[in-house]
């Protein structure tokens, strides 16, 4: 079974231009979660979907924003970008169901290491 | 305010002796507890969880232990081996009961296990 795949791995920007990551999940998997980490504040909760639908949002800007497709892919969007976006932008895809063993046993993609010049 | 402390941002061990990461949190409404492991250029991959029901949770070399009063997770890997160098990361999750995914992480510790 493919893993978590992300485009992509690498994306230089200039300050105040755009950018759109795609996350593709594991097969069946319905659930995806976006994290930022940097290296002063960790990994950071950006946002999940499910069901095409926002189901959680962290502490972030309205310029980073989310998607999900009815094939389970997710998009992120950060605008208007700043330095201090730069970042390795982690995906995180989840089955949703029931079962202590594997409750919110994310699955991660290696990311897509954004630099902001 | 972080809610998930990893005070220790490195640690060195021996091979073939135990390693033991530390995590501390502070939200009481943290259902559930994760550890994650990294290497470079990778994404975190999945190592073994804990339910606050439970104070320990067994898995091959791998052992967590939740102390729920103290607020407090530990990670113990016995026998350590080379190959278990990476960052380490501590995760917590509410039990939110709509079977939601957000995680809050700790900075991570980096182990390095000396052959």
């Known amino acids: 079974k493919a893993g978590v795949t992300q485009t992509p791995r690498y994306l230089i920007k200039t300050r105040g231009q755009q950018v759109t990551l795609s996350c593709s999940p594991i097969s069946g998997h319905r659930s995806v979660s976006w994290y930022q980490q940097t290296p002063g504040q960790g990994l950071q909760f950006l946002f999940e979907?499910?069901?095409?639908?926002?189901?959680n949002k962290g502490n972030f800007p309205g310029r980073f924003s989310g998607r999900q497709f009815s094939n389970s892919r997710s998009e992120m969007n950060v605008s208007t970008l700043e330095l201090g976006d730069s970042a390795l932008y982690l995906c995180?895809?989840?089955?949703?169901?029931?079962?202590?063993?594997?409750?919110?046993?994310?699955?991660f993609g290696p990311g897509t290491r954004l630099t902001v010049l | 305010d972080q809610q998930v402390k990893q005070n220790s941002p490195s640690l060195s061990v021996q091979e073939g002796r135990i390693s033991i990461l530390n995590c501390d949190y502070t939200n009481s409404m943290f259902d559930y507890f994760l550890w994650y492991k990294k290497y470079p250029a990778e994404g975190p991959t999945f190592l073994i969880s804990i339910s606050s029901i439970k104070d320990k949770n067994e898995d091959g070399r791998f052992t967590v232990f939740l102390n729920k009063s103290a607020k407090h997770l530990s990670l113990h890997i016995v026998p350590s081996q080379p190959g278990d160098s990476a960052v380490y990361f501590c995760a917590a999750s509410p039990d939110s009961g709509a079977g939601s995914y957000q995680l809050t992480f700790g900075k991570g510790t980096k182990l390095s296990v000396i052959p």
């Open positions: 979907y499910f069901s095409e639908t926002q189901r």
């Open positions: 995180a895809s989840s089955l949703e169901g029931s079962g202590s063993n594997t409750y919110n046993e994310q699955f």
